[in-house]
């Protein structure tokens, strides 16, 4: 038995997806921990390729249990439709759970989310107006709509009543906008609970008589690591804590129970949205990465910021989620290139410092210094074993793990399920 959680080790976008839907036929249960449908997971496998934005990445495994976890915010109408469009697939999603302790996205926090970005104007955090944050707000502020309020319907109306009386409040006099309707929101979210209330449950008894009968669990996390809203370059975050300490608070696991902690890492670096990236490459070569790897958002189409590898941030990023291992993904983008570089080290006001700053001015101002590496310039896309990898390309390896302090266990070469070498077992 192992419990092992998968969280992204950068800005997002890492290909966490992939990596869970590897990883599944292995366990009993995946469990989502964080994050909205803003997160996209691309999945390619015989089933075809999807784009999960709720939806666990195992539930292409018969047999696997698939929870949307208590961290989770979820909006009603993009689970359900998730949930039609793999049946139509030929998926089979009777073995999805959603935790009743989960919050739900109401029409109201999709409205503020946008209404409060356009205010801020050229200050925007660049939010996929899903609602996300206005909802985890909601949560902290006790203002929060659960699933388990949609099985008791008296008690949901009288709940939105009060809560929108607030929220309508603000529409009308901060925002200058009409307010919403109650009866169109409860009959709507009604109609949801309908739907949902079979797979309703208390998810951690679940997990927990899993975990009793010595079956391996998977926790799948979203987003990463530089957008925790206390160790990423805030307030360009996100909402919800994606890293290895947020898998236990959103899944109902404790912290002992968690056996391995695997960080998702790029062969290179990107970010989506607002906010500092030190080793952005806003020249050919970025463009080239793009491109090549095809970065464009899975949730929103928006194209990905990209760079070399940070180390720096890398580094970060593995003293705050204390990795177990690594997987690296998307090594076949850097194929074609001669030369590859990795930074070690940022410059700020004309000194070297090797920590990932706090303060996003000062790193904004940092300046990355580079290691420059030669490049293997040959397909790796068909290789299936770590020897077989050029030279080059196992240097490039070694190197990162070195930087890191932290082995790596997956290697990915390519975006299908058995595009993988597997260095270590890891479950």
């Not at 666990?56 to 696997?64: A, N």
């Not at 439709?81 to 926090?109: C, N, W």
């Not at 160790?231 to 696991?253: D, I, K």
Request: hydrophobic share 35%.
């Amino acid at each position: 038995m192992s419990v092992i959680a998968v969280v992204g080790a950068q800005w997002g976008d890492e290909g966490k997806g992939k990596i869970v839907d590897l990883l599944a036929e292995k366990v009993k249960a995946v469990v989502r921990f964080s994050g909205g449908d803003n997160a996209g997971h691309t999945v390619i496998n015989p089933y075809g390729e999807f784009k999960l934005h709720l939806m666990p990445s195992g539930i292409f495994h018969q047999g696997v249990i698939c929870i949307i976890g208590n961290g989770v915010v979820i909006n009603p109408a993009v689970l359900l439709e998730e949930i039609d469009d793999l049946q139509k697939h030929g998926v089979d999603t009777s073995h999805l759970f959603i935790s009743d302790r989960a919050h739900l996205i109401m029409p109201y926090h999709i409205l503020l989310d946008g209404l409060e970005e356009e205010r801020r104007g050229r200050g925007a955090l660049g939010t996929t107006r899903k609602g996300i944050g206005p909802a985890f707000a909601d949560k902290i502020a006790r203002l929060g709509i659960r699933t388990s309020d949609l099985l008791n319907k008296e008690g949901f109306q009288s709940r939105l009543s009060s809560v929108l009386e607030f929220k309508n409040a603000m529409l009308t006099k901060i925002y200058n906008t009409p307010p919403l309707s109650l009866k169109e929101i409860y009959e709507q979210y009604c109609h949801y609970g309908e739907r949902l209330a079979p797979i309703i449950q208390d998810t951690g008894s679940i997990l927990q008589e899993m975990v009793s009968r010595k079956e391996s669990v998977l926790l799948e996390g979203a987003q990463g690591a530089m957008l925790d809203p206390d160790f990423g370059t805030y307030p360009y975050v996100t909402s919800s804590s994606p890293l290895s300490a947020g898998s236990s608070l959103g899944s109902g696991m404790n912290p002992r129970q968690i056996d391995n902690i695997i960080g998702v890492f790029k062969a290179y670096t990107t970010r989506v949205g607002s906010g500092p990236m030190p080793t952005e490459l806003k020249d050919e070569t970025g463009e080239l990465i793009r491109e090549q790897a095809h970065e464009y958002g899975a949730t929103t189409g928006r194209p990905r910021r990209c760079g070399w590898f940070d180390a720096v941030a890398g580094r970060f990023s593995v003293q705050i989620n204390g990795f177990s291992g690594i997987a690296l993904t998307r090594l076949d983008i850097l194929d074609i290139f001669d030369s590859i570089k990795i930074c070690t080290g940022y410059k700020l006001d004309g000194d070297k410092i090797d920590h990932f700053p706090s303060d996003i001015a000062t790193l904004d101002k940092c300046q990355p210094t580079y290691e420059e590496l030669p490049g293997w310039q040959t397909s790796t896309t068909d290789i299936r074993g770590l020897k077989q990898l050029p030279p080059q390309a196992r240097h490039y390896i070694a190197r990162l793990e070195e930087l890191l302090s932290c082995p790596i266990d997956i290697i990915s070469v390519g975006a299908k399920r058995d595009q993988t070498i597997m260095a270590r077992q890891v479950v």
